[in-house]
């Protein structure tokens, strides 16, 4: 019904891995805040990985909006 | 605060922000589509397959689910598996193949309403009506558990989480109805998974990975007095009720919580059905519980497994990890999840796992809003208050007010629920077993309707009404060990123990069941079947003619779908032996 719901999903994934992408570089020296997550800098890697999902659904959004058009 | 607080910083406010615009967002840009009550109720039967599919499962995988089935983890190992893969899996398989090609194909609106085509109006009132109140009152139980989490963990104001999270819930379902609550339960499918997989990785990796942790496990249960593998194992313990932490044997697992359990929540529960009876096509439907199948089988690594990892955590010296005590030495398991998420979570994943925690509340929320209002409009309103007339288009009109002033309703009664809920807490436990208790005789009641032509409206009727009598007598006759309280059963005398709850419930919905089962196809044979086999068309599995795929590739066929979850299932079954 009206929305095709991949565009949404893929840009607020898109929005909060950005976010968190950022946020994971900008505190990436801050042994402290990574103590819990091991030392991981999960802020990062979960903001990569958002990232690529939302893009890849803005994507596959982008083709059935082009397919529909067309 | 309490010792479970934790504070949250800008960035994990932002995130929830961001989730929460999106929301609403969604339900804005339906607002313009909903021009009728069928479009409002039944979202106009236009979802693809993926997107009924996920929603599906989303409704399922509320805030109840995630924080108890975390704790079962805990509680009761790799056994909880069993919700799964012998549980929820065969029947989504069953509702896929038999069930939805009626449920889609009759027409019906509702499970009610397909009753009422079956069987007869009383039928259909009976159950309208039971569902009615049974879904608003896990609405209530719902938001009650959500507002107590926020005050708890953040902080929060009771009140104000209440009644914020409430009209988040109304704003989106009133302005898109039923699209937009499956819309954003797909959004929140998403956001749940993905909140929450870091506390998987993290705690695994803490751990040694999966030997690690069946290592560490080891000595923990035997401690416990089970053999040293109870907890990363499925079916091995379950020769007797006395070797497993459920308290059940296998044939008390298959029977109760593969077949009766399952079957009758997934199968009959319009909450549930509802999203695959808004699939766009009759194949769409029939995939719709398949598609959700594929991810729900792997459900149990997202919450069972940082569930058992915490029992790890709980007895490890110098983790720092603790949980709430009910009392000395009992821990109260329904807090797992959160201490693992500040166990783990630095803030921007931590306002992400909060974000995920807050998103299954409130889909379980509007699923529960969403299948109130249509069967509130459909069943109780347009059946007994004001029936259809001549003109179409005020009907229209007419019945898509009454399904939004249903909606608000809904969310307001839910609310009086949730207070009534911190008021009297054990009263809507019980309320809430009780309810519980109606899948199994609607499972046997509607299982034999469609298999069945000779299944008379009396019967279903009779049989109906006295498996739910046979369930509350037999929790009112059991006791589950240790319970403190009469809400959990011998509230007539104890004549026998079960070992633990599970135990009880898994046996009360057997026997509902059975005796359902039993006393619809006796009356079923003393009474005169009213419905000719004409008007059973569509209704009855050997009335209707069998629907042939033959125009769509062999991938997208039910029968191929149904065949890889199985086949996926019992890989996995085998693997956790």
Known sequence: MGIDIKFPIGLMFTI????????????GGDEALYRRSLGININLWSGC?????????????????????? | MTDTGFVLSL?????????????????????RYMKDANAFLEAGRSMPAWVAGLAFISTNLGALEVMGMTGSGAKYGMLTTHFYWIGAIPAMVFLALFMMPFYYG???????????????????????????????LASGISMYALAILMEKVLGWNFHLSLVLSAAIVLGYTYLGGLSSAIYNEVLQFFIIVIGLLPIVILSLQDLGGWSGLKEQLAPIVTAKGFAADTWTTTWKYTGSATTNPLGVEWYGIAAGLGFVLSFGYWCTNFLI????????????????????????????????????????????????????EISPGHYNYDYTIIALLKQYLPAGVLGLGITAL??????????NVSAFNTVWTYD?????????????????????????????????????AAYLASLFGNIMDFLQTIFSMINAPLFAVIFLGMFWKRTTGHAAFTGLLSGFFIALLHHGLTVPEGAATLVKGGWICNLHTYPVEMAQNFWTAIFAFTTSAVITVGLSLATRQKKSDEELRGLVY???????????????????????????????????W
Do not use: C
């Not at chain 2, 019906?108 to 049974?134: C, H, Q, W």
């Not at chain 2, 309103?381 to 288009?393: F, M, N």
């Not at chain 2, 991938?555 to 996926?568: F, G, M």
């Open chain 2, 273 to 324: 059905v509802q999203r695959a009876m808004s699939a766009e096509s009759p194949t769409a439907a029939r995939n719709t519980p398949l598609i959700g199948a594929l991810p729900k089988m792997f459900i149990p690594f997202l919450i069972i497994v940082p569930g058992i990892a915490a029992l790890v955590l709980l007895n490890k010296q110098g983790s720092g990890f603790t949980l709430p």
């Open chain 2, 106 to 136: 009759s027409k019906a609106r509702s499970v009610p309403e397909y009753l009422k085509l079956r069987f007869d109006e009383k039928t259909r009132g009976l159950n309208a009506i039971l569902f009615a109140v049974m879904t608003i």
């Open chain 2, 380 to 416: 109780i309103y347009q059946s007994y208050i004001r029936p259809v007339t001549a003109d179409k288009a005020a009907d229209d009109k007419h019945y898509l007010f009454v399904g939004r002033m249903a909606t608000i309703f809904g969310v307001i009664v839910s609310i009086a």
């Open chain 2, 542 to 576: 050997s009335l209707t003619p069998r629907h042939v795929e033959t125009n769509i590739p062999w991938y997208q066929r039910s029968s191929t779908l149904a065949i890889l979850v199985l086949t996926i299932a019992t890989i996995l079954t085998i693997l956790f």
């Open chain 1, 16 to 27: 909060l891995g950005f976010l968190l992408t950022v946020f994971g570089v900008i505190t």
């Open chain 1, 49 to 70: 990985g958002m990232l690529a999902f939302g893009l890849i659904m803005l994507f596959l959004a982008w083709k059935s909006w082009k397919a529909k058009t067309s």
């Open chain 2, 358 to 367: 807050l998103a299954s509340f409130m889909s379980g929320m509007a699923g």
């Open chain 2, 11 to 31: 960035i994990d406010y932002t995130i929830m922000i961001v989730y929460f615009v999106f929301v609403l967002g969604i339900g804005w840009a339906l607002k």
